[in-house]
T-cell receptor, first 114, second 116 residues
Framework: NAGVTQTPKFQVLKTGQSMTLQCAQDMNHNSMYWYRQDPGMGLRLIYYSASEGTTDKGEVPNGYNVSRLNKREFSLRLESAAPSQTSVYFC?????????????FGPGTRLTVT | AQTVTQSQPEMSVQEAETVTLSCTYDTSESNYYLFWYKQPPSRQMILVIRQEAYKQQNATENRFSVNFQKAAKSFSLKISDSQLGDTAMYFCAFMKQGTSGSRLTFGEGTQLTVNP
């Protein structure tokens, strides 16, 4: 099992460019999440998908869109990148939305917007 | 909304000694879960230990244990017999139980350095 995989690992964008971060999990998990981690801060939830076909906003959703493509894949799109979106992005997945199931994290994508 | 506070940005400990990392949280929920995650330089987030709020007994995982004080809303992590591989950023996290999704709220983190 690869667990949670993310592509790309690193990306540099110019202000105004768009890109999609890809995430896939092979653990048959129902729920998936996107977080961002800024220096000196913990992870903050951007969007999540409690189950296939549903998505909801988290703490910091502005400037992002998501797509739960199928049960395995959950993508995060930046339509018009801004320097404030420079961060490390983590995808995570868990069995279900309603309890204490552990969240398994991907290795992260380091994004720099110039 | 829940908040999680880790008041120690950095800590250091000698190899083989014991260290305690502090975490406090604020919530009006009665059913919730608390976690400690470890993030080594590789950036991978690794679950260290989990505590259910309804359980009075403190969770333990080998050299890692917690001191959960529900009334005080405190959740500290004790690492015994510290090893060089324990050097990492440690995050305390809160999860509310419910149908709105098992979202985690993280603290700011504590950078732990284990010295030889």
């Amino acid at each position: 099992n690869a667990g949670v995989t993310q592509t790309p690992k690193f990306q540099v964008l110019k202000t105004g460019q768009s890109m999609t971060l890809q995430c896939a999990q092979d653990m048959n998990h129902n729920s998936m999440y996107w977080y961002r981690q800024d220096p000196g801060m913990g992870l903050r939830l951007i969007y999540y998908s409690a189950s296939e076909g549903t998505t909801d906003k988290g703490e910091v959703p502005n400037g992002y869109n998501v797509s739960r493509l199928n049960k395995r894949e959950f993508s995060l799109r930046l339509e018009s990148a801004a320097p404030s979106q420079t961060s490390v992005y983590f995808c995570a997945s868990s069995w279900g939305p309603e309890n204490s199931y552990e969240q398994y994290f991907g290795p992260g994508t380091r994004l720099t917007v110039t | 909304a829940q908040t999680v506070t880790q008041s120690q940005p950095e800590m250091s400990v000698q190899e083989a000694e014991t260290v305690t990392l502090s975490c406090t949280y604020d919530t009006s929920e009665s059913n919730y879960y608390l976690f400690w995650y470890k993030q080594p330089p590789s950036r991978q987030m690794i679950l260290v230990i989990r505590q259910e709020a309804y359980k009075q007994q403190n969770a333990t995982e080998n050299r890692f244990s917690v001191n959960f004080q529900k009334a005080a809303k405190s959740f500290s992590l004790k690492i015994s017999d510290s090893q060089l591989g324990d050097t990492a950023m440690y995050f305390c996290a809160f999860m509310k139980q419910g149908t709105s999704g098992s979202r985690l709220t993280f603290g700011e983190g504590t950078q732990l350095t284990v010295n030889p």
